[in-house]
């Protein structure tokens, strides 16, 4: 399980090679009652580090694990023999952490 806190992955460049977006992992747990309800997030941050995008995941093994050459790596394809990637240019309508399981860009709150 990923540690809980905010986890920076790298940066998204464009074809200048200038900084287009910073990525960071969000993990963090609220109680609930007696529950602790953990919730996961990628973040999209602006040169300026404005939150532009984030994308809402069910579980924390869905949060990519490394980002290079602007492509994310996700690790719960790992537990199952592969690895899935995604390549990140601009800000994706939807991340997909495995082929057929994919989240929808969520409101900015």
Known sequence: MPREG????????DRQGRT?????TDFYRVRA???????????????????VAQYELS???????????NTLFFGQALAKGRQYQQRIDD????????????????ALK
């Open 91 to 106: 800000l994706p309508l939807s991340l997909c952490v495995e082929p057929n399981n994919c989240y929808l860009k969520a």
């Open 33 to 51: 009652a007696q529950q602790l309800h953990g919730h996961s997030r990628v973040l999209f941050l602006s040169p300026q580090h404005v939150v």
């Open 6 to 13: 905010k986890h920076a992955l790298g940066c998204v460049y």
């Open 20 to 24: 287009r977006y910073y990525v960071v």
């Open 59 to 69: 579980l924390p093994e869905e949060l990519p694990y490394q980002l290079v050459q």
